[in-house]
């Protein structure tokens, strides 16, 4: 084979492989945007009387997840099988984003850590790496310490619209989501980075619940609380 023709073979591999990514990119741009609707729609739980809401936000989220499935069934297609972490680049921040929104749903829902295999049911797409199209554990984990910024900024929140209760129940699954990460190893510099975020979070919700102790407010919190079961 001459210089020419080898490299005329190489330039069809690489438009091949470009055309595989242009595929994929088409149906992440699709999940970005159904992300930005659920996120949007999550929202409104900051605002106002939104905690009225909760229920009925978590139920038209729970509706456009049904969206992603859909698109996740359509971007499977697009590569092989075997080629996942080959690009992975490509789908990893919307993925991540994705992890995060289905873990704040569900903890609005029940005040519960989502486990990754809830969460890849969710999605559409598999929890064990041998059955293709899964959620990395390190996607995961990155989606869950976005849940936990966003939990702080509930927590101000809470404050604002008169809920001095749910800040002390944040506080109590920040501090143990903590000390989970505490316990992981973590090689990944990105992962690590992120849960270096974690401790300014605890410090924050750590301060509202501070905030209440001095104005006597967690009292009446605790007591509300304690008047509810």
């Not at 038209?60 to 080959?86: C, N």
């Not at 995060?100 to 598999?126: H, W």
């Amino acid at each position: 084979m001459s210089v020419s023709a080898m490299f005329v073979a190489l330039q069809g591999v690489l438009t091949a492989d470009q055309d595989v990514r242009e595929e994929i990119r088409k149906v992440v741009q699709a999940l970005e945007q159904t992300a930005r609707e659920i996120l949007t729609l999550l929202q409104g739980v900051h605002q106002g009387a939104g905690f009225q809401h909760i229920p009925k936000k978590c139920q038209k989220a729970r509706e456009h997840f049904g969206t992603v499935r859909t698109q996740m069934e359509s971007l499977k297609t697009k590569f092989p099988a075997d080629q996942y972490y080959r690009f992975h680049e490509h789908w990893r921040f919307v993925l991540q984003r994705l992890v995060f929104l289905a873990a704040f749903v569900v903890y609005l829902e029940s005040e519960t850590l989502v486990t990754r295999e809830a969460v890849a049911e969710i999605l559409g797409i598999e929890a064990d790496r041998e059955r293709g199209f899964h959620l990395d554990i390190e996607d995961y984990l990155s989606g869950v310490l976005t849940l936990a910024s966003e939990l702080a900024r509930l927590a101000v929140n809470s404050v604002t619209a008169g809920d001095y209760s749910r800040p002390l129940r944040i506080s109590t699954f920040i501090n143990e989501l903590d000390s989970g990460f505490r316990l992981l190893n973590l090689k990944n510099d990105s992962l690590r980075k992120r849960y270096d975020g974690l401790k300014y979070d605890v410090k924050k919700i750590e301060e509202v619940v501070y905030d209440l102790s001095i104005r006597g407010l967690n009292k009446e919190a605790t007591g509300g609380v304690a008047g509810e079961k």
